[in-house]
């Protein structure tokens, strides 16, 4: 599975998007606000825990402008997974 799959699924599963079809999630498409899918604070806070979980990624060790960043579109938080440290655990 690809590792934009791979993102799409766990975010459509962990975030319960259930009236999202996957197709819809695309690279331009914007995460937050009324243009886009329209997460909120508290999936963002989800979306750490999804981030930390599923690709033990921890953004608390992160500059916030870079995760400010990967959390703008759905590309930009797949490019943010490929490239981001692993933690150990």
Known sequence: MELQDEVRASLLRGLKLEDLRPEQLQPETRLFGPQGVGLDSIDALELVTILKRDFKI??????????????QTFGSLVEFVRGAPKTRA
């Open 58 to 71: 921890d953004i608390q060790q992160l500059d916030r402008k870079v995760v400010e960043k990967a959390f």
